[in-house]
């Protein structure tokens, strides 16, 4: 009971985050990637940190800043370059190869045995999400798809990483710990690398607080948590929850269609979560 607990709330994070797509497109400024990121992870990481009045020690300042940059300043920096120069399917599918870098990077850094389940999983959730997205029409950017497979490879170092790398506090501070520096380490290329933002409207302020109070500092909290508690093969597979909101999203929110294959997707990529967790174990 504990372990399905365990896994019910890790998954409400990366569900949560399938709404990323539709508050990134009707809420927020287009062309600043980066400092859409920083305003994300800084002003969520600064307020975690009032409530919990901890700083890190030790050999934990330089693995925090590592973490911060892996979980949030490359992963959040390259997903906001993939969701501008990509359609929202082709983003997501090229980001769905994350749980499969997972499944190889545990066995290296970890020492896991590399389950058939596991692969299977992995290998099932990038067709799932393939269907449940990807559009025959869509467009190709190769500068979008580099930043979607780096964002890939960045997030499952952290995921992996987190997990190797427990520091003795709350999930709480954890989460404080690696947003704020994440959001630092934004900074100086936010400032160098993008003009500066114009005075934000109350839909843009809106969507930045969703996205930095709901979107981050309350989802990373129960991922960080999942990842304490949780196989890294089992929490990856998670991910591929989040093409699920943002599809039915779409279908609610904004009227969008929702095709037979988008319906079989679905059904795949909820399989793909169970062949994880049957891996896992």
Do not use: C
């Not at 990134?24 to 002003?43: D, E, N, W, Y």
């Not at 500092?217 to 597979?237: C, D, H, K, M, N």
């Amino acid at each position: 009971m504990t372990r399905n607990l365990d896994f019910l709330l890790t998954a409400i994070a990366p569900a949560i985050w399938g709404s990323t797509y539709i508050v990134t497109t009707l809420f927020l400024p287009p062309g600043h990637p980066l400092t859409m990121a920083l305003l994300r992870a800084l002003p969520a990481g600064l307020l975690l940190l009032l409530v919990v009045r901890r700083l890190p020690f030790g050999v934990w300042w330089s693995r925090t800043f590592l973490l911060g940059a892996l979980n949030f300043s490359i992963f959040w920096a390259m997903l906001f370059v993939a969701a501008y120069r990509l359609p929202g399917g082709v983003a997501a599918t090229v980001g769905a190869i994350q749980p499969l870098i997972v499944v190889f990077l545990a066995r290296a850094l970890l020492g896991r045995p590399i389950r058939r389940l596991s692969l299977l999983a992995a290998g099932a959730g990038i067709a799932g999400v393939a269907l449940l997205v990807l559009t025959p029409a869509a467009a190709i950017d190769p500068l979008g798809v580099a930043a979607g497979l780096a964002g890939a490879v960045s997030m499952a170092f952290g995921t992996v990483l987190s997990r190797r790398w427990q520091p003795p506090v709350s999930s709480l501070t954890f989460t404080a710990w690696q947003l704020t520096a994440g959001g630092l380490l934004l900074i100086p290329a936010a400032l160098t690398l993008e003009p500066p933002l114009s005075a934000p409207t109350l839909a843009n302020i809106a969507g930045i607080a969703y996205l930095g109070l709901i979107g981050a500092a309350l989802t990373y909290i129960l991922w960080f948590r999942g990842i304490s508690r949780l196989e890294p093969q089992a929490v990856a597979p998670l991910g591929f929850l989040s093409p699920v909101t943002a599809v039915l999203l779409g279908w609610g929110v904004l009227g969008q269609g929702l095709s037979a294959p988008q319906l079989l997707g679905m059904i795949v990529v909820l399989g793909s979560v169970w062949f994880g967790q049957r891996g896992a174990k």
